[in-house]
């Protein structure tokens, strides 16, 4: 709940910033690093966030990730708005004011809906924290043998184990051998997670916000002359901003349908796997890459799809990632259920938390990975130093 609290607080701040134009400089920057580390220790804070969803159902948990996916869709949808509000116009003084009005307004819209998320978060959390019985764990409880398990002076640090040939032999293992268990148990699914972030991430945004329109002038009566050829190419990277946050939202909620929220966790790699096969599609896209002075650099690889073509490999690219993020949340608590099955209500809920924690760390691994990668794919696209371009 902290971390609720200081993400709020975090937005409040900001939002005030932005109508603070006669702040110090020094001032500003010195409240801007205040957030970032704010900010940063929040996050740290909402980590546990899905351990926590985990002792719930996996509606709970197919929420809490959709909420994620939340978040990219409303500053997404907010600038596309305001920009298409925007009429274009000729003057270059009046155009700057309008661009600074604009982010003005967008920065506000922004602020504002992370506050009144970020406090409608905490509310919940509130009301989920209260409610009568975790579903996971009192579908465990009722697995657990009769026999009551004696406490043992390192209890903290322990984990009870039972033979699988035997209902009542108990015997302490360590921390890391209760880990080393548990990741023998969720791998494939944590190697799924990995796989699935770092195509994403290897490709959107490093790549996707490179690419351009390919539509020509003499197709722009398709749209009315205020929107079209100029207009449609100016507003095509926030276009492809909200397609992907509306695809990876969707993806993230597709679990709420029955038959589509339990998969083999073999499966779920597979899916993983299959999704390499989007780096060749997106390359081959309208990929246009420029120097340090906005002259575009030579393609390395031919030009194939149109902008519609685009925009599905796109949708693909954020459903399948969210839908199969959310799956393995769903499905990390049950890959222990040998483990969790023989466990006190205390250390059920304690491995549980650690495999969540192991998957948002193979999360966080993902994602600085497929960053790095963004800048390979760079690199081979235009055949330049993917810094400098």
């Not at 002792?55 to 869709?73: C, E, H, N, P, R």
């Not at 661009?99 to 922004?110: E, H």
């Not at 120097?291 to 690889?301: F, K, S």
Request: include cysteine.
């Amino acid at each position: 709940m902290a971390g609720f609290v200081i993400i709020a607080v975090v937005f409040t701040i900001a939002l005030w910033m932005v109508h603070m134009d006669t702040l110090d400089a020094v001032v500003y920057f010195l409240l801007t690093l205040a957030l970032v580390i704010l900010t940063s220790f929040a996050s740290a804070l909402l980590a546990g966030i899905m351990g926590f969803a985990a002792l719930y159902s996996a509606d709970i948990v197919t929420t809490t990730v959709s909420g994620q996916g939340m978040s990219g869709v409303v500053p997404a949808l907010s600038q596309l708005i305001l920009m298409l509000s925007s009429p274009p116009t000729t003057d270059s003084i009046t155009a700057m004011n309008d661009a600074k009005s604009r982010l003005m307004t967008i920065t506000q819209v922004y602020f504002s809906v992370g506050v009144f998320i970020s406090t409608v978060s905490c509310i919940g959390y509130i009301l989920l924290q209260r409610s009568s019985h975790t579903v996971n764990a009192e579908h465990s409880y009722q697995e657990i043998l009769a026999e009551p398990q004696e406490n043992n002076a390192d209890g903290e640090n322990q984990m009870v184990a039972h033979s699988p040939n035997s209902s009542i032999q108990d015997h302490p293992i360590s921390v890391t051998e209760g880990v080393r268990r548990i990741w023998g148990s969720v791998y494939p699914l944590a190697l799924s997670l990995f796989l699935t972030f770092f195509v994403t991430l290897g490709l959107f945004p490093g790549i996707t916000s490179l690419v351009q329109s390919t539509r020509t002038p003499y197709r722009t009566q398709l749209l009315p002359l205020h929107y079209s050829d100029t207009r449609f190419k100016e507003l095509f990277v926030p276009l492809h901003f909200l397609i992907f946050a509306v695809a990876d939202l969707i993806g993230k909620s597709l679990p709420m349908i029955p038959s589509l929220s339990r998969f083999h966790p073999k499966l779920l790699l597979k899916a993983s796997l299959m999704r390499i096969a989007l780096f060749p599609l997106l390359m081959i896209c309208n990929v246009v890459i420029t120097d340090r002075t906005g002259i575009p650099l030579p393609r390395t690889l031919p030009l194939v799809f149109t902008d519609i073509s685009y925009f599905l490999i796109l949708a693909t690219l954020g459903v399948s990632g969210g839908w199969l993020t959310t799956l393995v949340f769903i499905a990390a608590p049950e890959a222990i259920s040998t483990i969790s099955h023989t466990a006190s209500p205390r250390e059920y809920e304690r491995v549980i938390r650690l495999v969540n924690e192991l998957m948002v760390i193979t999360t966080a691994t993902g994602l600085v990975f497929g960053s790095a990668l963004s800048f390979l794919l760079r690199w081979i696209l235009c055949g330049c130093n993917p810094f400098l371009s």
